[in-house]
């Protein structure tokens, strides 16, 4: 499953339907920690992100947490209840500061149905999502901690990364209980696997910051090849 969206919704619009989304919404900022949208909660409204990443996570039966997904610049979140009107799937939460339009869930139903092109990008993301979570689930049943943590590790570098003397910096500041539910594990468990990493001098980690020191081993043990 991968944490970033393929095709950011905003982007994949037109540029009059864009503007026409942006312009039907109210412009609201989150800190980082703030919870824009709170699972099982029964509002409808959506959110465009203009700027800023957001962490969208489910509890599990374990009293824990699941990361599904990153979203950041040019993604909506919240549009599957706006769409269907049950309650919210999942709870998403500002990782840093992000801006936003937000969107009643009648007002981007009828800016969905007044354009085709619009409601058939959302179908193919709502789409995608599916297809995503099926792969997280064989994923968490097959793959050890290490080649799942691997697999993020790569997303991570090739969607927010940057070139370093030292490396490929990470800058999103994902603390390790998120990396542990970003890969289904327990934060244990991912701590170690982040000392095997940095035994093996993959990896440099600090207080929210990661240096990838060779992405091509990391891409081997995502691939589960030792």
């Avoid at 709170?38 to 959110?47: A, N, P, S, Y």
């Amino acid at each position: 499953m991968s944490l970033f969206g393929q095709d950011p919704f905003l982007d994949a619009l037109a540029r009059e339907d864009r503007r026409a989304l942006i312009a039907a919404g109210a412009p609201r900022s989150y800190a980082p920690g703030d919870v824009m949208v709170r699972e099982r909660d029964t509002t409808t409204f959506v959110l465009a992100i203009l700027s800023g990443w957001s962490v969208v996570s489910v509890g599990t039966e374990r009293g824990t947490r699941l990361i599904l997904a990153l979203r950041g610049a040019g993604e909506v979140v919240g549009d599957l209840a706006a769409v269907d009107q049950h309650p919210r799937s999942a709870t998403v939460t500002a990782l840093g500061p992000v801006e936003c339009v937000v969107l009643p869930g009648e007002r981007f139903r009828r800016f969905l149905s007044a354009r085709p092109a619009a409601t058939q990008l959302i179908m193919r993301q709502l789409s995608a999502r599916l297809r995503s979570a099926d792969v997280e689930r064989r994923s968490l049943a097959s793959e050890p901690v290490l080649q799942r943590l691997a697999a993020r590790l790569v997303e991570l570098v090739e969607r927010a990364g940057r070139q370093a003397p030292e490396g490929v910096v990470v800058d999103l500041p994902l603390p390790q209980h998120d990396l542990a539910a970003a890969v289904g594990a327990t934060r244990e468990a991912v701590a170690k696997a982040l000392r095997l990493l940095r035994g093996q001098g993959l990896v440099e980690t600090g207080t929210r910051r990661l240096v990838v020191k060779d992405i091509g081993v990391l891409r081997l043990l995502a691939a589960g090849r030792d």
